[in-house]
């Protein structure tokens, strides 16, 4: 079964730092990885979607790569603002009963 | 805008009532999908339809029934309430998620007392 983990589950940064976050995945047999944003109260906001034969995607300032030899996922977001206070969810596509979300980073953006 | 709706937004109910959550899509994807969200254990999938006239059970089914109206709608039913069914609940769309991921609407807080 997929397990798909995030660490931290929290991380608080000043305003204008460069932040990884980290998605890592056990099972490589994925179609592709999706990152969503969810803010408090709401639903899930989609950022970046990767393939499983891309290396990575770019949205203005988020950055999502993909290792799938070593079941990893990082986003990239340079230069933080506090409005990229969030939490951070990824999630793996294995097909349609096999989508297995992480439980997320909250990130805290200091101004 | 285009999106998924849900509704309602708040729910509070006793144990043993029974409700309905709607949802509703408006970008002609094929797939729809209800998922509940607990503090700690990430979304989990309840019920999907890959396609219109057709449902199939997720990861965490029982207590749940699912319609598929039409295309653009799938509602969740809850047939007799319990308060281990306390959740959110998340609808999702996807034209085919495999290449184009998921479109989630602002969920449902149901509240089971």
């Known amino acids: 079964k997929q397990e798909v983990t995030q660490i931290p589950a929290a991380l608080s940064v000043p305003e204008g730092e460069n932040l990884v976050l980290n998605c890592s995945f056990t099972d490589s047999a994925i179609y592709n990885l999706q990152w969503f944003r969810q803010d408090p109260g709401k639903g899930l906001t989609s950022l970046l979607l990767?393939?499983?034969?891309?290396r990575e995607q770019t949205s203005g300032r988020l950055n999502a790569s993909l290792d799938k030899s070593s079941g990893r996922s990082t986003l990239y977001i340079a230069a933080s603002q506090p409005g990229d206070s969030a939490t951070y969810l990824c999630a793996s596509s294995g097909g349609y009963q096999k989508v297995t979300f992480g439980t997320g980073t909250k990130l805290q953006v200091i101004p | 805008n285009a999106g998924v709706t849900q509704t309602p937004k708040f729910q509070v109910l006793k144990t043993g009532q029974s409700m309905t959550l709607q949802c509703a899509q408006d970008m002609n994807h094929n797939s729809m999908y209800w998922y509940r969200q607990d503090p700690g254990m990430g979304l989990r999938l309840i019920y999907y339809s890959a396609s219109e006239g057709t449902t199939d059970k997720g990861e965490v089914p029982n207590g749940y029934n699912v319609s598929r109206l039409n295309k653009r709608e799938f509602s969740l039913r809850l047939e007799s309430a319990a308060p281990s069914q306390t959740s959110v609940y998340f609808c999702?769309?996807?034209?085919?998620?495999?290449?184009?991921?998921?479109?989630f609407g602002s969920g449902t807080r149901l509240t089971v007392v």
């Open positions: 999702a769309s996807s034209e085919d998620h495999l290449n184009y991921g998921y479109t």
């Open positions: 990767i393939q499983s034969s891309q």
